[in-house]
């Protein structure tokens, strides 16, 4: 049982514990525990010298992400103490984007990526991650073998994020890599970042010219009236932010369903559903693990901690999950109907919930009614997670099954864009 708070508020760790490296990886739940043991916020460290308050408490997360007034997603005042080569900024430096802009300005970005959304039919969307996730099958079932991470569960939201967008194909693992190297948070984060935002302000050049019917196109013409770079600050914030966390939210489920008891080892023998498995991985193992960055807008005191202006906090959605459901014996339940955080809440809130969960239980059903009896082919506890400070993500998912009769020819290859309405 964890030990009232007025008991251990008091009682600070040595040192930041550190959310970066194959330790935090490896157990990050452990590391949630120790860091609750010491309050609603405790220090960690994201990377080498830089330091923040994690709030692992359930209902200090939810005030936190509410309160505009006290707080502010500006990072700049922040920004200016951290050298300018820091891994982490590629995810919390400032660019004109709905994730680091407060009031009126956020509501601007906001409605351009909201709207854009909106023009996604669910009905089609459901109909070409269906059809893309086939021809991923087919490309690897007749082996009896293969990696959902590598071979499914990354390439199928990459099909559906650069296609909305209008990505030329040549350019697509470019934005993947670009992704992938800023949420790592390693050395190399910035060259990722830089080269994602090389190859959209390309597109975004290209279609100011020459416009389709693609959400580039659509966010360059909207009321909002955005410019160049807010256009490709925008678009890069939505891919990212929904390409990678996908990915990991199909693969930890996909994990989930081969390692849980009631699934029976295996993606269809249990009684538990895909729906099922992935409510249960948005509440303990979230694929946006630690985020929502915030900022005091002057000092001041915020559950019974003293907090400087400009002072960086992040939200554990993964530690404040799992301290919520410990109510109930129950996975994946809360008990007087709170709801988890994987998607944020409040003004913040992420704007893709329903297309990311369409895309990730499409490709789940998909894959458990053709590889119904695949199995992990290496221990659990062999599998690799990759190391950062703000994703649940692994590096591969190896699985073994009986091998299927494919034929090549049985579905054509199919259009090459998700229609939009207008």
Same mark, same amino acid.
């Given at each position: 049982?964890t030990?009232p708070v007025?008991?251990?508020?008091?009682v600070?760790?040595?040192?930041p514990?550190?959310?970066y490296?194959?330790?935090?990886?490896a157990d990050?739940?452990?590391?949630?525990?120790r860091?609750?043991a010491?309050g609603?916020?405790a220090?960690?460290r994201?990377a080498a010298?830089?330091?923040?308050?994690?709030v692992t408490?359930y209902q200090?997360?939810?005030d936190?992400?509410?309160?505009?007034?006290t707080f502010?997603?500006d990072p700049?005042?922040?920004?200016?103490?951290v050298?300018?080569?820091?891994?982490?900024l590629?995810v919390?430096?400032?660019?004109p984007?709905?994730?680091?802009s407060?009031?009126?300005?956020h509501a601007r970005?906001?409605?351009?990526i909201?709207?854009g959304l909106?023009m996604?039919?669910?009905h089609?969307l459901?109909?070409?991650?269906?059809?893309?996730?086939?021809?991923l099958?087919?490309?690897?079932a007749a082996?009896?073998s293969?990696?959902?991470?590598e071979?499914?569960a990354?390439r199928?939201?990459?099909?559906?994020?650069?296609?909305w967008?209008?990505v030329?194909?040549?350019?697509r693992e470019?934005?993947?890599?670009g992704?992938?190297?800023?949420?790592?948070s390693a050395?190399?984060?910035?060259?990722?970042?830089?080269?994602?935002v090389?190859?959209v302000t390309r597109?975004?050049?290209?279609?100011r010219a020459?416009?389709?019917r693609?959400l580039?196109s659509y966010?360059?013409?909207?009321p909002?009236?955005?410019?160049d770079d807010?256009?490709?600050?925008q678009?890069?914030l939505v891919? /990212? %932010? *929904?390409?990678?966390?996908?990915?990991n939210?199909i693969?930890?489920? !996909?994990?989930? @369903?081969?390692t849980?008891a009631?699934?029976?080892?295996s993606?269809?023998?249990?009684?538990?559903?895909a729906?099922?498995?992935i409510?249960?991985v948005l509440?303990?193992?979230?694929?946006?693990?630690?985020?929502?960055a915030?900022?005091?807008?002057?000092?001041?005191?915020?559950?019974?901690?003293?907090?400087?202006?400009?002072?960086?906090l992040?939200v554990?959605?993964?530690a404040?999950?799992?301290?919520?459901?410990?109510?109930t014996s129950?996975?994946?339940?809360?008990s007087?109907g709170?709801?988890?955080?994987a998607? /944020? %809440? *409040?003004?913040h809130r992420c704007p893709?919930?329903?297309?990311?969960? !369409?895309?990730? @239980?499409?490709a789940i059903?998909q894959?458990?009614?053709q590889?119904c009896?695949?199995e992990?082919?290496?221990p659990?506890?062999?599998l690799?997670?990759?190391?950062?400070?703000?994703h649940?993500?692994?590096?591969?998912?190896?699985?073994?099954?009986t091998?299927?009769?494919?034929?090549?020819?049985?579905?054509?290859a199919g259009?090459?864009e998700?229609s939009?309405s207008h």
């Amino acid at each position: 049982m964890t030990p009232p708070v007025a008991s251990v508020r008091s009682v600070q760790p040595p040192q930041p514990l550190a959310l970066y490296g194959p330790d935090f990886a490896a157990d990050p739940h452990g590391h949630y525990r120790r860091l609750r043991a010491h309050g609603p916020l405790a220090p960690v460290r994201i990377a080498a010298g830089i330091d923040a308050l994690l709030v692992t408490d359930y209902q200090a997360a939810v005030d936190l992400l509410r309160d505009t007034h006290t707080f502010t997603k500006d990072p700049r005042a922040w920004q200016a103490t951290v050298p300018a080569d820091s891994p982490v900024l590629p995810v919390l430096g400032y660019r004109p984007t709905a994730l680091f802009s407060d009031g009126d300005v956020h509501a601007r970005y906001r409605d351009a990526i909201n709207d854009g959304l909106a023009m996604i039919e669910p009905h089609i969307l459901r109909a070409e991650v269906a059809r893309v996730a086939r021809r991923l099958i087919r490309e690897f079932a007749a082996s009896g073998s293969g990696d959902l991470v590598e071979q499914y569960a990354r390439r199928l939201p990459l099909h559906v994020f650069t296609t909305w967008f209008g990505v030329p194909p040549e350019d697509r693992e470019r934005v993947v890599e670009g992704i992938g190297g800023m949420f790592n948070s390693a050395d190399d984060a910035a060259a990722a970042y830089a080269d994602l935002v090389t190859v959209v302000t390309r597109l975004v050049a290209d279609r100011r010219a020459r416009p389709r019917r693609d959400l580039t196109s659509y966010f360059l013409g909207h009321p909002a009236g955005l410019d160049d770079d807010e256009t490709v600050r925008q678009i890069t914030l939505v891919m /990212s %932010a *929904g390409h990678d966390p996908t990915t990991n939210l199909i693969g930890n489920a !996909l994990l989930h @369903m081969l390692t849980d008891a009631r699934y029976a080892g295996s993606l269809q023998r249990g009684a538990m559903t895909a729906h099922e498995a992935i409510n249960e991985v948005l509440w303990q193992d979230p694929p946006l693990a630690n985020l929502a960055a915030h900022y005091p807008r002057q000092d001041t005191e915020f559950h019974g901690v003293r907090l400087r202006a400009g002072q960086l906090l992040l939200v554990s959605y993964a530690a404040a999950n799992t301290q919520s459901a410990s109510a109930t014996s129950d996975p994946g339940v809360r008990s007087g109907g709170s709801a988890h955080l994987a998607w /944020s %809440a *409040g003004p913040h809130r992420c704007p893709a919930k329903q297309p990311a969960l !369409l895309i990730a @239980m499409t490709a789940i059903e998909q894959l458990t009614s053709q590889l119904c009896d695949a199995e992990l082919a290496v221990p659990a506890g062999e599998l690799m997670w990759r190391p950062g400070p703000f994703h649940r993500a692994l590096v591969h998912l190896p699985v073994r099954f009986t091998p299927l009769e494919v034929n090549p020819d049985a579905e054509p290859a199919g259009p090459s864009e998700v229609s939009i309405s207008h």
